[in-house]
């Protein structure tokens, strides 16, 4: 009966053991079959638990037991596992006669391991040992693993070193294999997988500390362990972060380099590396390497469905390390594009750029992606900020009839959201942007609208007077300045302005002198040079820092044949530095010689040059 | 209210093994059934079953692609695509006779997606979206399906999983209405996809696809923020069992702002299970574009969002919610209505709502209410593509025993409205209006200004061309009938006046029109004074002069004086041409240039009388050939010149300066001469008798001198001091001329023997003498040319009788011959090239002229 029983939950266990792996082997593994195995297996557990326990029976109900750990792990249904695991020890402890009154499941690992110590069924222990190890590894419980490791070598407590790794490499498990007994994953194949993923973790966790050396110092030690490639790239890039971080650039480069040449599907590193570069302002290297992370991204998600070859317990289940998710993660294609422009566009790349904002704005009407989940400060903005920056880009790239179709579609979109009024109380604000939730954000959204609606008149008036519309550059400029003139500031004083609040503040305090030098400008092509006057001067209270509109205002005086003031203004400008300050605003509301003005600054020197030539020899 | 009458139209039946999961779709001709367990083709053409498709599972859901493949959700099993059983199929005559329906089993290989969580799913585009239930998650999951040709390369790719934490929902009415309906719909989340309007990823036919729906672009961004609008991402609407309205972006990635990782999120809660989610026109315009979105609850709770003005907060989406009679079995929308089933009875509810803004104290516009359509226990419908604007609506349905049904309601008449345009965008909207009119005017402006110019300048062209072809055909005519009056024409008469103490000649031209047409501005006379034999006074310039007057208008019938001088004391020098003519300058016709009229009368310059490119002259009195315009005024000029002094003595110092002056400044004039130069000329008496009337006639006592006071006096009629000429007694006129020298000017009646062939002729000598050459050559000059113009005038109609007797011609002839030789001998020198001002060459040139004008031929 015993043996006829034996035979046929052998039988079973072994038929569920395969149905898996050939479910597992075939391409995008159906996850009900899993599920199915999963539940037969638990079954059939529950079976063998039903009867009392034997020690003939043992072997097999150990074996099933580690099938049904391993395929939950798989699952990732953790939930029941270390009860399961317990009670499995504790039917073991039964099968032997040996009573222990704690459930702790050290004290009974403890008690289990000693009992069986001399024991055939010792091998079968320790893969249920490997499945507990796992189990804390998932859940991070670094010190329960110490402790259970330091049992099963029996070193004497007085021994103890919290060096881990020293345990790790005394450790021997026995591999004995029962060829009639299919198990899921050989034991040996888990035990290669667990000592390098504990380390890891260790590093890990020492980065979460902060302290980068001692991971570097664990990552290093990895890296020498076999391991499969994926998890050999993810080592190597996790060194390259820690020397990174550790400020040796040179040496992390290497190590993303080496995690490339074991795994090009590490993306990680390509990615990382590019920060580097970016550290480095070795910008062609930057964008390169964005450039190669990008089309491997296409062509991955492309490939994603073809081959993807899971290993049973994969690494990724037993390194659920946040710290590791967001050193790993790459962020998304468009993501990926959106910084290429950037950086394009502040080196002066325009065409690329052009080229880069045109497949983002294409890829964000087109493609469907699933929010990756990054490090907070790298997302993409808003799609009106996207947009607003493909015509800055564009403006710049002297495309004028694509920035004012680009310009248009944001204006459409957000002109309707735009509040008569909008009255932005600085003392109450300091609130608002601290809080969090709907109330903040209503207002700070209606805020941003009226700065896109003006920023993109902006964009428009400067396109149309680059074409030299200038009518319609001073009705966009105007247009632009009526937003803007819709928020009213309260400002009650006693406010200290250093604070991000006030960014936006600020923003929209520069996008006002802009538009209003840029209709300046436009009334001065007019001849309207009155009005030009008066918008330059109010201009320069908004923004005092700006050469161009001095250079401006020069231009007017000059033309108003009030040849004193313009040279007062021209040595102004002269002396005062160009302050550098647009490091905070946005991309679309810098200035860059070509964008700001519109007549010829040279011709302007040199009329300078030569009034001062003449009044030198007046004088 | 008038119930409405509609007209039910019975198809067939069918029976039903499950009621709670039936569905109703229609993809063109054929009508897809999905009664509970199975799925049914049925072809609306020939009325009756074309196929069975019988599924493991009971079917719960069902989707038709633009490929026509037919999607299935099996319960507890996941999703199947079979292609549409009719295509393989050829339509042969076989077939037709054909009557049983196909069966086909589908099998287990055909399954698409395994997943036996899925409750619902959506298919809109290539996109496939499902809706799981897990513990205490719903789970969203986003799949691309690329179709193959056939049903079995079709594979999915999974592009995104989105969660929303599920609320168990306990509200005490569900078992009841489940009870009732006796199924377990309740539990089914409504899927519908949400397009922008106007939008480039849109699909263009949306009536193929149930649950996809377009919504105008101002709601969309105030539902769904201003990023979704913006890359016109399709918003998938997830009504969950509990109430909640869930709505995920498609296209737009993760909202920036941390925290806010889940794209999920919830729009409204219903409150209780949704039953239908769609859009609506739902407004008094008449427009196209649904402009509300509608969710009506199973228990009868309606949801309507429109954008709304929220007066000085720019649009604000209005949530207006009302209740109906529940429970709502199913719904659809046409229009602006929407019909819906409680099991007992189809109604029909028109959303209508106001476009006004929804102040606060103002009470809510009253819910509309539902009118019965009287047709009772339909548990699904689809509206039929029909033309949703004209026509009667006709829905598909699907009674509760299995009938199914074609609805047919009369469609009331909409009364046009025209689309108002909400006030914020008013503003903006007039002001660019204004703007654009502003442009247009500027524009506009501008452009009629050149128009005009263009068109002035051509009324001006047209009447100078007028002008010239009345004066060019008045030359023709002129040219035969002489005494032809000119349309325009210009008559000079000179006077003598002082200017500064010295005596000028003026020249007064009066340009007279009588033409028909005004000379206007662009009009200019123009004098060009020339003198006629410069050359003899070698010391003078030759100099011409060109006067133009430009006037600004001349009518016709009116004239025009110029006054001009010709000449002071001894720098003038007679006699002189004067050339009138007209000149029309094209420059004047406008600022702009006109290379192509400038153009084309340069070439025609043969035809049109031009001078310069750029102008078109008319000469008024002309041209060498035909002197009978200009010749009074050269004669007169002359004369008057000369008979003018004894009326006025001059000034004795002046005289005498002048005289001192002219000495010094007439080298060649061989100054102390003690005869004076004279020259002759002979007329006959006959020829001139036309003219000075029968002796003693014009001279009254004019004794012996008759003939020849006459003739002189008629020699000198017409100048300055004609007045006068009555007082000539004597045959003999000295005058003073204006450089200093005196002329004399004497007829002499004389009688020539040897001339005629009949015997004495009688004939007039003028003799004139003076101490200038000048003054000999030009009253000479004036002499010869007032008796041309009268042998001119004259000599047509009387022929000279005179016979002439041979030898006086032939004596004529060889004085003539040997002058000519003289003559000739002495311009050998200057042909040679050796100076002609040299004394000798003058002297020999002075003595050959004197002696052809002291002998003379006698002009009959």
């Not at chain 1, 888990?190 to 979460?208: A, M, S, V």
């Not at chain 2, 009325?47 to 299935?72: C, G, M, N």
């Not at chain 2, 005024?633 to 004795?652: E, F, G, H, R």
């Amino acid at each position: 009966m015993d043996a006829y029983l034996l035979e046929k939950w052998t039988q079973a266990n072994n038929s569920f053991v395969k149905e898996w792996k050939v479910t597992d082997g075939r391409i995008g593994g159906n996850h009900g079959v899993k599920e199915k195995c999963h539940k037969g297996t638990l079954k059939l557990l529950q079976k063998i638990q039903g009867v009392p326990a034997v020690i003939e029976l043992i072997q097999l109900e150990l074996a099933v037991a580690y099938n049904t750990l391993v395929f939950s792990l798989n699952l990732s249904s953790l939930s029941d596992v270390q009860q399961s695991l317990t009670y499995t020890l504790l039917r073991a402890l039964e099968a032997v006669d040996c009573q222990t009154s704690s459930m702790d499941p050290i004290v009974l690992w403890c008690v289990t391991l000693k009992s069986f110590s001399n024991t055939s069924h010792l091998s079968c222990l320790h893969s249920l040992l490997c499945v507990q190890w796992a189990l804390w590894l998932a859940s991070c419980q670094m010190q329960s693993i110490r402790h259970l490791l330091r049992d099963v070598t029996q070193e004497e407590v007085t021994a103890s070193s919290q060096d881990l790794r020293t345990v790790i490499q005394k450790l021997s498990l026995s591999e004995k294999e029962n060829s009639n007994l299919l198990v899921a994953v050989t034991a040996r194949e888990f035990k290669d997988l667990l000592p390098i993923c504990t380390i890891l973790l260790e590093g890990l966790e020492n980065i979460t500390q902060e302290n980068y050396s001692a991971a570097l110092v664990a990552f290093l030690q990895a890296a020498s362990l076999p391991a499969p490639r994926t998890l050999l790239a993810q080592v190597h890039t996790l060194t390259g972060f820690a020397f990174a971080k550790l400020d040796q650039p040179q040496s992390a480069l290497q190590s993303y380099r080496k995690a490339m040449e074991v795994d090009f599907g590490c993306h990680s590193a390509l990615y990382q590396s590019a920060l580097v570069y970016r550290q480095l302002k070795n910008t062609q290297a930057e964008i390169e390497a964005l450039r190669l992370l990008h089309s491997a991204l296409v062509q991955h998600t492309e490939e994603q469905t073809v081959n993807t070859r899971v290993m049973i317990i994969s690494p990724d289940v037993l390194l659920s390390s946040k710290c590791k998710d967001s050193i790993m993660a790459v962020p998304s294609p468009q993501l990926i594009l959106h910084s290429l422009a950037c950086t394009c566009v502040l080196e002066d790349r325009i065409l690329e750029a052009v080229e880069l904002y045109l497949d983002l704005m294409s890829s964000l009407q087109s493609d469907i992606t699933q929010p990756v989940c990054t490090e907070a400060d790298v997302s993409l903005p808003r799609v009106p900020v996207v947009y607003l920056e493909a015509a800055f880009t564009l403006l710049r790239a002297k495309r004028m009839w694509d920035v004012i179709t680009v310009c248009e579609e944001v204006i459409t979109k957000t002109m309707n959201l735009i509040p008569e009024r909008l009255v932005l109380d600085l003392s109450e604000e300091h609130l608002l942007f601290s809080m969090e939730g709907p109330s903040k954000s209503l207002k700070h959204e209606r805020l941003e609208y009226v700065l896109w609606a003006a920023a993109a008149h902006y964009l428009q008036g400067l396109a149309y007077c680059k074409m030299k519309d200038t009518k319609e550059s001073v009705a966009n400029f105007t247009r632009s300045l009526n937003w803007l003139a819709k928020v009213s500031i309260k400002s009650t004083g006693t406010l200290v302005g250093d604070q991000g609040d006030c960014e936006v503040v600020k923003t929209l305090q520069r996008l006002r002198g802009l538009a209003l030098a840029g209709r300046g400008v436009s009334f001065m092509e007019r001849g309207q040079l009155k009005e030009a006057l008066r918008d330059l001067k109010l201009s320069l209270q908004s923004i005092t820092e700006l050469q161009m509109i001095k250079f401006g205002l020069v231009e007017v005086y000059r033309r108003l044949g009030r040849q004193e003031e313009a040279i007062v203004c021209w040595r102004e400008s002269q002396s005062s530095s160009e302050a550098v300050s647009s490091g905070n605003l946005p991309l679309y509301l810098q200035t860059f010689p070509e964008v700001s003005l519109c007549f010829d600054i040279n011709y302007l020197k040199k009329a300078m040059e030569d009034t001062f030539q003449r009044r030198g020899v007046f004088t | 209210m008038e119930p409405i009458r509609c007209s039910v139209e019975s198809w067939a039946q069918f029976g039903l093994s499950n009621r709670a999961n039936v569905k109703l779709l229609l993809a063109g001709t054929e009508v897809l059934l999905c009664t509970g367990g199975d799925v049914l083709v049925f072809s609306s053409k020939n009325k009756r079953l074309s196929a069975v498709l019988q599924f493991d599972t009971p079917v719960t859901h069902l989707a038709l692609s633009e490929r026509r493949h037919i999607y299935a959700a099996c319960e507890k099993d996941g999703i199947y695509c079979v292609s549409s059983p009719h295509q393989p199929r050829l339509p042969s005559p076989l077939a037709v006779e054909d009557q049983n329906p196909i069966i086909q089993r589908v099998a287990g290989e055909s399954i698409l997606l395994k997943d036996e969580t899925i409750v619902s799913f959506l298919l809109a585009g290539d996109l496939i979206i499902t809706v799981s239930q897990g513990e205490a998650m719903w789970t969203l999951s986003l799949y691309k399906v690329s179709e193959g040709s056939s049903s079995k390369a079709s594979n999915l790719r999974k592009l995104a999983e989105h969660r929303v934490p599920a609320i168990k929902a306990a509200q005490p009415h569900h078992k009841s209405v489940e009870d009732e309906d006796g199924g377990a719909t309740i539990g089914r989340p409504v899927l519908s996809c949400i397009y922008p309007s106007g939008g480039s990823s849109s699909p263009s036919e949306l009536s193929g696809s149930p649950g996809c729906f377009l919504l105008e672009p101002a709601l969309f961004t105030l539902l769904f923020g201003v990023d979704a609008a913006l890359v016109g991402s399709p918003v998938v609407l997830c009504g969950l069992p509990d109430g909640r309205l869930c709505y995920l972006p498609l296209l737009v990635p993760g909202v920036s702002s941390s925290g806010q990782r889940t794209a999920l999120r919830v729009l409204h809660s219903l409150e209780q299970p949704v039953a239908f989610i769609g859009t609506s026109v739902a407004m008094e315009t008449g427009g196209r574009v649904p402009r509300s979105l509608v969710a009506i609850g199973r228990l009868g709770r309606v949801l309507l969002l429109t954008a709304n003005d929220g007066g000085g907060e720019g649009k604000v989406a209005r949530f207006s919610e009302f209740s109906i009679r529940g429970p709502v079995v199913c719904a659809c929308v046409n229009g602006s209505h929407v019909y819906y089933s409680t099991a007992t009875d189809l109604l029909s509810l028109k959303l209508n709502v106001t476009s006004s803004s929804d102040q606060p104290g103002q009470p809510e516009s009253p819910s509309p209410t539902p009118v019965s359509l009287n047709v009772c226990r339909v548990i699904a419908m689809t509206t039929t593509s029909s033309d949703p604007t004209g026509g009667a609506v006709e829905l598909l349905a699907l009674s509760l025993q299995g009938r199914l049904q074609k609805i047919r309601l009369p469609q009331e008449v909409d009364v046009g409205s025209v689309p108002r345009l909400p006030a914020s965008l008013a503003g903006q909207r007039v002001k660019d209006l204004l703007a654009g009119i502003g442009n247009v005017w500027e524009r506009a402006s501008a452009l009629k200004s050149i128009v005009q110019n263009k068109n002035d300048s051509l009324r001006r062209l047209n009447q100078a061309l007028n002008i010239c072809s009345m004066m060019l055909s008045n030359q023709k005519v002129e040219d035969q009938a002489r005494d032809h009056q000119q349309p325009i024409s210009c008559r000079g008469v000179t006077s003598w006046s002082c200017v500064l103490q010295e005596d000028s000649l003026m020249l007064t031209c009066t340009l007279e029109n009588s033409g028909a047409f005004a000379l206007e501005h662009g009009w200019s006379l123009c004098v060009h004074v020339y003198p006629v034999s410069g050359s003899l006074t070698t010391g003078r310039a030759n100099h011409s002069r060109t006067y133009t007057f430009p006037f600004q208008k001349l009518d016709s019938g009116h004239k025009l004086n110029v006054t001009l001088p010709l000449g002071t004391g001894h720098s003038l020098s007679l006699p002189l041409t004067v050339d009138c003519s007209l000149i029309f300058s094209l420059r004047s016709l406008g600022s702009l240039e006109e290379p192509k009229l400038s153009e084309n009368t340069g070439s025609q310059s043969s035809s049109v009388p031009t001078q310069h490119s750029n102008c078109i002259c008319l000469p008024l009195n002309h041209t060498s050939c035909r002197p009978a315009g200009r010749c009074p005024l050269d004669a007169t000029t002359s004369l008057s010149s000369v008979s003018k002094q004894p009326s006025s003595p001059p000034d004795p110092v002046h005289a005498f300066l002048s005289s001192r002056r002219a000495e010094r400044g007439d080298p060649a004039d061989p100054g102390q001469r003690s005869t004076p130069y004279s020259a002759t000329v002979k007329v006959s008496a006959e020829l001139l008798r036309g003219v000075i009337g029968a002796p003693g006639a014009g001279g009254g006592g004019a004794g012996v001198h008759g003939v020849s006071v006459s003739a002189l006096r008629w020699l000198l009629s017409g100048s300055a001091g004609s007045d006068r000429l009555e007082a000539l007694q004597t045959p003999t006129v000295t005058g003073l001329c204006p450089t200093g020298y005196t002329a004399r000017m004497t007829v002499k009646e004389v009688t020539l023997s040897d001339a005629s062939v009949d015997g004495a002729l009688s004939a007039l000598e003028v003799q004139i003498d003076s101490f200038s050459v000048a003054t000999v050559c030009g009253l000479h000059y004036a002499v010869i040319r007032r008796i041309q113009h009268l042998l001119t005038s004259s000599t047509r109609g009387q022929e000279s009788r005179v016979q002439l007797r041979e030898e006086s011609l032939r004596q004529a002839m060889q004085r003539a011959e040997t002058l000519h030789k003289a003559l000739q001998a002495a311009l050998v020198p200057t042909a040679l090239g050796v100076s002609p001002n040299s004394s000798r060459t003058s002297h020999r040139l002075l003595s050959i002229y004197q002696q052809l004008r002291e002998n003379p031929l006698l002009i009959l």
